[in-house]
């Protein structure tokens, strides 16, 4: 097999970034090439930095206008990891990637998803609907928001005594533990 390259999209904080890139640190078939983010004050830059992995940002316009798609071309990518990435992925990029760019949604979709949908949004939106469980699902992407095939769910209990931050981190819990290895699976066209 020749060596799988992933660059991974983030927004904000980037644990699972890291989480990802940590399991694959030492694969030798999949390998994190680059890690791309739309804001420059983004902790996954800090992140990447200690990882040692190449990291480039970009403008909303970039992303639309094919900047984002070079930079991928130029690392020789094969998938797309969208791990707290909070725009659009255009149909330019979707197009390049069929079928190879995977999302990370912290809830169980269809439920809580579509735009403005992301971190605590959701875990608060979980807590208002009274919800008795939350949790993952990881999926394909394509050009509506939180809409493609679904890999994987995980599910999280959620009780009355529950706030969005402990929510979070019981989600948190289930993304580090199931991502990685369902993005390995998918990668290997093993069953997810
Ligand atoms: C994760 O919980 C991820 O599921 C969520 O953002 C968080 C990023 O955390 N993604 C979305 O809400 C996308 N709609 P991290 O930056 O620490 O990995």
Do not use: W
């Not at 800090?46 to 930079?71: C, H, M, Q, W």
């Not at 197009?95 to 992301?118: C, D, Q, T, V, W």
């Not at 999926?139 to 969005?164: F, M, S, T, W």
């Amino acid at each position: 097999m020749t060596e799988t390259k992933i660059a991974i999209l983030a927004s904000g904080n980037g644990s699972n970034a890291e989480n990802i890139a940590n399991y694959f640190k030492g694969n030798p078939n999949i390998k994190v090439a680059v890690i791309l983010s739309n804001r420059t004050d983004a902790y996954v830059l800090e992140r990447a930095k200690k990882l040692d992995i190449p990291s480039y940002t970009f403008k909303n316009s970039e992303l639309l206008e094919g900047g984002v798609l070079e930079i991928l071309k130029s690392h020789k990518i094969d998938y797309v990891i969208l791990a707290g990435f909070l725009l659009k992925v255009p149909r330019s990029l979707i197009e390049s990637f069929s079928e190879r760019i995977i999302n990370l949604h912290p809830a169980l979709l269809p439920k809580f998803g579509g735009k403005g949908m992301y971190g605590h949004h959701v875990h608060n939106a979980v807590i208002a609907n009274q919800e008795i469980e939350s949790g993952i699902t990881i999926h394909l992407v394509n050009e509506i928001y939180d809409d493609g095939k679904i890999l994987r769910q995980e599910k999280c209990p959620v009780n009355g005594d529950d706030d969005a931050d402990s929510v979070a981190s019981k989600v948190h819990e289930l993304e580090y533990k199931y991502f990685p290895v369902t993005i390995e699976n998918y990668i290997l066209q093993k069953e997810v």
